[in-house]
């Protein structure tokens, strides 16, 4: 460790300045600049002061345009003022002093404390000097009295932080209490939305299931699977689970039995785990209306496939690779008379994909529909057909059925009354009877308070 002569603050070795005060630690030789006075380094090459060249103003070092003698190589190597070969390498022709410069004199050798030149460079020639900063502690400063202002502001803070606050109770007008609604009339109020929503489901009610009108991607759907051949193949997606049943549901059958009806081969199939299941619950109520139809003969439940897009690709390219084995009775799938010529997604008539969301139909559209142009009918929630529509009027979709009103407008191309027209009557009883509820309950409780007034 080196200490510092003047703070004794321990440094490391090797430092030449003492990390507390910036005092040098090694004893060095001073030169005065010849300009302003400045203690400098005896080998620095400017003042740290003014910025004097010292080397140049003590009169030794070579002109700048010196030419080399023919003394050899050492010889020519040589730099003015003991500057590195890499700061001088390039020589440049002197210039002629300006006017300015003419009229100044120039210092003689005699103004100036000579300095040793050395004849060779070397690496303590341009010594770096590092920069230390140096503490400098601030300026006391004068301490003001306060003034009357200030002290009457602290006087008040005093008082108010020293005074003991009593809170005192109030007392506080109470709302009037409202009667509760009594045991009866919410007995009555259940019972009325009970009826509501399942007597449409008990005895069907048509007039209150009947659609306006036919929208246009149900109108397109039933118009191309009328252009279906007889025996055509069809794979309908399952792609929606338990929460959307109720939306997709009604959309499934209404699909289910007009396929059927017109004698054309179901594949069934899901990427979901759920999906499976549910798809065998719609071929079996579909089964019951079409007594023609037989399974293994007219519809195949192909099962689950896991693995989303890359599921759907394969799909395309070979069903029995991806589900060699069908979901009810576990039998090899291309053993089915129905699978006869179709070896992928891409070899059936169309596709029917029933979507939970818009991912659900843009997966088949972009893995199946778009490269092999097979067309596609779409099933999906209410929600989720203004996401669809673009795809319909760009051509990649055939036909939309959407939510309850889609699906009972598609049983109502088909002559048939269905689950959708069922749970469109009911979801309509059950609103109107809530609006009649809350208007008799508010007409009621008007007629109170002007009593009471």
Known sequence: MIYCPGCGTANREGSRF???????LADESWANCPRCGAANVADAAHCQRCGLDLAHAAGEAPPRGAAPTQGGAEQANLQRGGLPPWLDSVEQPEEEPST????LAAPTSDSFESH???DEWSADALSIEPIVGVPYRAHERVTLPP???QRAAAGLFAETAAEEVHASPQDVAEDEARPALARGWRLFIAIALLVALAAPLVAPMTALSAVTRIPPGVAAANKAINSLPAGAAVLVVFDYDAGLSGDLTPIADAYLRYLLQRNLHVLAISTLPEGAALADA????ALQGQPQAVYGEAVLNLGYVAGGEAAVRALAVSIPTVAPNDYRLGRPVS???LMAGVTGARDVAMIVVLGRDLTAVQRWIEQVGAPYGTPLLVGVPAMIEPAVSPYQAAGQVRGVVAGLAGAAAYERLQGHSGLGGQLLASLRVGIWTVVGVVVIANLVGLVKRKRNA
């Open 18 to 24: 003492c990390n507390e005060c910036g005092r040098r």
């Open 100 to 103: 300015r410069e003419r009229g």
């Open 116 to 118: 040793p030149v050395q």
């Open 147 to 149: 003034t009357a202002e």
């Open 282 to 285: 719609a071929l079996d109520r």
């Open 335 to 337: 053993g089915y008379p």
